[in-house]
């Protein structure tokens, strides 16, 4: 079972920025949070991962709370582009753990 | 530096039917691991393979099987195909499959259709 709850579906308007939360209250201290996306019809595409710190790539953010049971992932100016599933993961990066990915968020952007 | 690669994209087969996928990890990346992703159940993980060894698994009946070659391409087979099998079925590799660089980068997927 996904360790993590999203919403099922956001919009947001082209250029502004796409902030996407995620659930994550079971989360253990040496478990990291993987963020994806799947255009329709494609693989999916790794976007950033973190496990307390806030992360920045040329992609997008990621901000986790302090006691890490939730975190948001941030598209500063959305474009056409990023209308996708978003997958928020939980996962330790140590041992045989898979990645469970659960039903994710559908987010449109709006022209 | 290419990307996952899979053949076939798409794929049409009868049930009884057994079919062959072939994934092609990214250069240096040696862990593969594979997916089934359909309407209903979503993104299922059917397991993974690192330096030929299968070191995870997901549940799914024994008709799913893989291998892992030493140039770390990989292939899974299903047979006795039903109906069911019908999906689009992802691989992905990453560097090792564990540690701070396990983010995995997934192949364009092959569809495959049981009629």
């Known amino acids: 079972d996904a360790k993590t709850t999203q919403p099922t579906s956001m919009d947001c308007a082209e250029g502004r920025a796409a902030n996407l939360p995620c659930n994550h209250s079971?989360?253990?201290?040496?478990?990291?949070v993987y963020w994806y996306r799947q255009i329709h019809s494609q693989g999916p595409q790794y976007i950033i991962h973190?496990?307390?710190n806030n992360e920045t790539n040329e992609m997008a953010s990621l901000i986790i709370t302090e006691d890490r049971k939730s975190s948001t992932l941030i598209l500063p100016h959305a474009t056409l582009r990023d209308t996708a599933v978003y997958y928020c993961?939980?996962?330790?990066?140590?041992?045989?753990?898979?990645?469970?990915f659960g039903t994710g968020t559908r987010l449109t952007i709006i022209p | 530096k290419a990307g996952v690669t899979q053949t076939p994209r798409y794929l049409i087969k009868t049930r009884g039917q057994q079919v062959t996928l072939s994934c092609s990890p990214i250069?240096?990346?040696?862990?593969v691991s594979w997916y089934q992703q359909t309407p209903g159940q979503g993104l299922q993980f059917l397991f993974e393979?690192?330096?030929?060894?299968?070191?995870n698994k997901g549940n799914f009946p024994g008709r799913f099987s893989g291998r892992q070659f030493s140039n770390s391409r990989s292939e899974m087979n299903v047979s006795t195909l039903e109906l069911g099998d019908s999906a689009l079925y992802l691989c992905?590799?990453?560097?090792?499959?564990?540690?701070?660089?396990?983010?995995?980068?997934f192949g364009p997927g092959t569809r495959l259709t049981v009629t």
């Open positions: 992905a590799s990453s560097l090792v499959p564990a540690g701070t660089e396990y983010e995995q980068y």
């Open positions: 079971t989360i253990s201290g040496n478990e990291y």
């Open positions: 973190g496990l307390k």
């Open positions: 993961i939980v996962r330790s990066n140590f041992g045989n753990e898979k990645l469970t």
């Open positions: 250069s240096g990346h040696r862990s």
């Open positions: 393979y690192f330096s030929e060894t299968q070191r």
